[in-house]
């Protein structure tokens, strides 16, 4: 495998930035001498050297660098460029910026209440923004779905209500390989980038929006990604490096530190959401509203699109909700800019909406599984957005969980033990635009040419298999190769549970007409097909603790994930899938905070920012309820993003029915459980 920080260049220069230490500010001066005169030096700039516009995924709000206010701590401010990377390290500590400080909004309340400090002055009139001046001052999106005065007329009527609000931290997708691009402009004005991002077709039109140049002077080569779970979608260093590159002349180079990842990359929104779930006597639910506000950061423009799918938080519940109200705002403040992370919002939505089931569960005197099994939807039943999916199988898959629990007896004398269940849904994409190229090479092996990266989770395995099936081939017979984007026409990229599903959809197109050539030569196929009905699986997961009843301590001793599935390509991978995300959940339930205040991230390395490691998971199990309906002729369901949003709500479930704590607040520490024991009455 090779990666970004692997490529080496002719004339390759280093890159390093000076990152704003105050959280919000008017730049006064920028001194630039002291860090220029150092050994090694080529150049130090900033915004007005560039002559570039604002980037982003979505919404163009994103500064290159800072131009006439810094709006978070990290944000970069002035860039050098050197002959090594210690050098560029080292002088870009010596530029000296003075600011002008600012009041600051550090929460989504703060940032949302009457005569708050504005983090931009008119959010609404960045290219592709989606509010309006209407809408007020620093918001992201405002979304909204449902009838409110239905739900309030649906509460009033019902037997028992949970009237409750949650909040979950921000945390890092942990990704092993740091953000990082290299840059090459040619003489001709042509741009070549290596670069650690899962869309590089997409990344293209956003690049020379910024820059003022045609998409299609960009191309993207091949690289392998070192870890990708929602970070790698947005430009980041990219349009810098490219501006650079121009000015200078030679190619460059910039990998981030890891702290540095921390402190400016697009971490996972935080969120407050209030929820209430009403039901009548036999624990039918009556109505459902769910309204989430959410810390979106400085910039929108590290997502795909200003908003996080909160909203949609009931489709992966799947239950039968008579009367439904949902709304999702996302706010500016002055703190790192959030994006997207595996299963955006749901892991947020659902830790809300299944603690709340829980609570209404005890309410209502009926087991937790059976206030579930009830409301879950049957084939033939239609979500709350009025779609019918080919099948609902959330009855099947529950009942198989709780076939497979066993009740664990090995927690520590003294030690109360709890069981706690949640259930999650999503769909997987049935449409795609994508291309492959298939050619015949002179030793009788295929080489299979496509555009997707392989972010490590076994992509280009799953396309090699798929052909060598369609082909009756010998899987070592075919060789994957991912291809730059002047090589195919379009690839929309990793992420959405999207890639299994789009690679069968491209691979059935390209065995049909390799099987249908006349001579002897290279096959391309270019996808574009719309999807069908949605086709949907669930996720259900069954937590056991231990806690400590002396020290709030909690033990994780298993976590059960029984999923929903219908073909499966490659066994080996997608149990990766299944155990990877509900370690990243386990983690975002117990470990996981960047512990944002007053607009600084204090998490700011791998030491204090604690991801999960082998010491820390508990045991996974695993329970496959086969023979579902799912995608295309290769009959698949997704599964990247199926274990990570249920994992958070089955723990703290398990806790409250150990102990009586209920825990509404993320992560699980064992101060919060210990106060909330000892405050118990």
Aim: aromatic share 6%.
């Amino acid at each position: 495998m090779r990666y970004v920080n692997d490529v080496s260049l002719p004339g390759m220069t280093y890159v390093a930035v000076a990152r704003s230490s105050v959280p919000h500010a008017r730049i006064r001066s920028i001194d630039t001498s002291v860090a220029a005169s150092q050994p090694g030096v080529i150049g130090v700039f900033t915004a007005k050297d560039l002559q570039v516009s604002t980037y982003g995924r979505s919404v163009r709000d994103v500064s290159v660098l800072a131009d006439d206010k810094v709006r978070y701590v990290g944000e970069r401010v002035a860039a050098v460029v050197a002959e090594s990377r210690v050098a560029a390290e080292a002088a870009a500590e010596l530029v000296e910026v003075t600011y002008d400080e600012l009041p600051a909004v550090f929460t989504a309340e703060e940032a949302i209440a009457p005569g708050a400090p504005t983090v931009h002055d008119a959010p609404w009139a960045y290219p592709r923004a989606f509010i309006t001046e209407e809408q007020g001052q620093n918001r992201q999106s405002v979304v909204e779905e449902g009838s409110l005065e239905a739900v309030e007329e649906a509460l009033q009527k019902s037997a028992f209500v949970v009237d409750e609000t949650y909040t979950t931290s921000a945390i890092h997708q942990g990704y092993l390989e740091p953000q990082a691009c290299v840059a090459d402009v040619e003489p001709s004005g042509k741009v070549r980038l290596w670069l650690t991002n899962k869309s590089p077709y997409i990344l293209r039109s956003q690049i020379a929006d910024c820059l003022g140049i045609e998409a299609d002077s960009i191309e993207v080569q091949p690289i392998a990604l070192g870890g990708d779970f929602g970070g790698k979608g947005s430009p980041e260093e990219a349009p810098l490096c490219v501006a650079l590159a121009r000015l200078v002349g030679r190619p460059t180079k910039m990998v981030l530190r890891y702290t540095e990842d921390l402190l400016s990359t697009d971490a996972r929104h935080p969120a407050r959401i209030y929820v209430r779930i009403g039901c009548d006597t036999d624990g039918n639910i009556t109505a459902w509203s769910q309204d989430a506000l959410l810390d979106g950061g400085a910039y929108g423009g590290f997502k795909p699109a200003p908003t996080v799918s909160i909203h949609g938080a009931l489709e992966p519940g799947g239950y039968r909700i008579p009367a439904f109200y949902s709304r999702s705002v996302i706010a500016y403040t002055n703190t790192v800019p959030k994006g997207h992370m595996r299963a955006p919002g749901a892991p947020q939505a659902t830790f809300a909406t299944e603690s709340a089931m829980d609570e209404l569960a005890l309410k209502v005197g009926l087991e937790p599984a059976d206030l579930r099994y009830r409301n879950l939807l049957r084939t033939g039943e239609a979500d709350v957005n009025g779609r019918e999916w080919i099948e609902f199988r959330g009855q099947e898959t529950l009942d198989a969980a709780l076939a497979a629990l066993r009740i664990r007896e090995d927690a520590p004398a003294g030690w109360a033990s709890g069981v706690g269940i949640s259930v999650y849904s999503r769909t997987t994409p049935t449409s795609t635009s994508s291309s492959m190229r298939l050619v015949p090479m002179p030793d009788g092996r295929l080489s299979c040419e496509i555009g997707v990266i392989e972010t490590g989770t076994g992509s280009h395995t799953v396309a090699r298999e798929l052909l060598a099936k369609g082909l009756a081939m010998l899987p070592e017979d075919i060789d994957v190769v991912q291809v730059s984007t002047d090589e195919l026409p379009t690839d929309p990229g990793a992420g959405g549970s999207r890639v299994t599903a789009s690679l069968a959809m491209v691979a059935d197109q390209a065995i049909k007409a390799w099987r249908a050539r006349l001579e002897d030569e290279p096959v391309l196929v270019v996808v574009d097909e719309k999807g069908g009905p949605p086709v949907g699986s669930y996720g259900v997961q069954i937590a056991q603790v231990a806690v400590d009843p002396e020290t709030g301590q909690v033990k994780v001793l298993e976590i059960l994930s029984t999923v929903d599935v219908a073909e499966i390509i490659n066994e080996k991978s997608h149990q990766m899938q299944i155990d990877g995300g509900a370690a990243m959940g386990f983690g975002y339930a117990c470990l996981e905070d960047l512990d944002e205040s007053d607009g600084q991230v204090w998490s700011a390395n791998l030491g204090d920012f604690k991801l999960p490691s082998s010491r820390d998971v508990p045991d996974f199990k695993t329970v496959l309820v086969r023979g579902g309906r799912g995608v295309g002729t290769a009959n698949v369901k997704n599964i990247g993003e199926t274990t990570t949003p249920p994992t958070a709500a089955a723990i703290a479930n398990a806790v409250a029915d150990a102990v009586g704590a209920r825990i509404r607040d993320l992560p699980i520490r064992a101060e919060r459980v210990l106060a909330l024991i000892e405050a118990a009455p």
